[in-house]
């Protein structure tokens, strides 16, 4: 039996790639490679950046169109999650390239440690949301004195 047909680059010599190339969206489908591509690269959210300095995150979120009323931060120990929705619309025209992603997201982040959830603060401009957050320090001393009940004067 002759295997080389099944190769589609060994084909009668010349360039295979090009060959190989033609003959895969008629064996996986047209839209393999796009569908495949946003699952890898698709977020769940807006995309991020996180910086530390000292005891401080500083979480900066691209949300391009955002109006605060939209938005929702919480932190709460190792966790910041971030919901709403983004609406970048233009009256009059017709959509016909999307990469800026639209409608409801939400994202939720692990953070490297916990932090404090008494002193959060957010602001935004520019299109860009900036989180700070501080680490919760615990405090290592817990002596805590305990009452003893005298039951001999009972």
């Known amino acids: 039996m002759d295997m080389n047909k099944f190769w589609p680059m060994n084909n009668g010599g010349g360039n295979g790639n090009n060959n190989w ?3 895969m969206p008629s064996f996986l489908g047209e839209d393999f490679f796009s569908d495949f591509q946003n699952l890898l690269f698709d977020s769940s959210g807006p995309k991020i950046n996180i910086y530390e300095s000292g005891n401080e995150i500083l979480c900066v979120f691209a949300l391009p169109g955002l109006k605060l009323e939209d938005v929702d931060v919480y932190a709460y120990e190792r966790t910041l999650e971030v ?24 994202r939720t982040i692990e953070l490297p440690y916990p932090v ?3 002193k959060v603060d957010a602001s ?23 009452n003893i009940q005298n039951l001999d004067e009972e």
């Open 116 to 118: 404090r959830d008494d």
């Open 21 to 23: 190339k033609k003959s």
């Open 83 to 106: 919901r709403g929705t983004l609406h970048v619309d233009y009256n009059g025209f017709r959509l016909i390239q999307e990469e800026i992603p639209q409608g409801p997201f939400k």
């Open 124 to 146: 935004y401009q520019r299109g860009v949301l900036v989180v700070h957050l501080h680490r919760l320090i615990r405090s290592t001393k817990v002596n805590k004195k305990v």
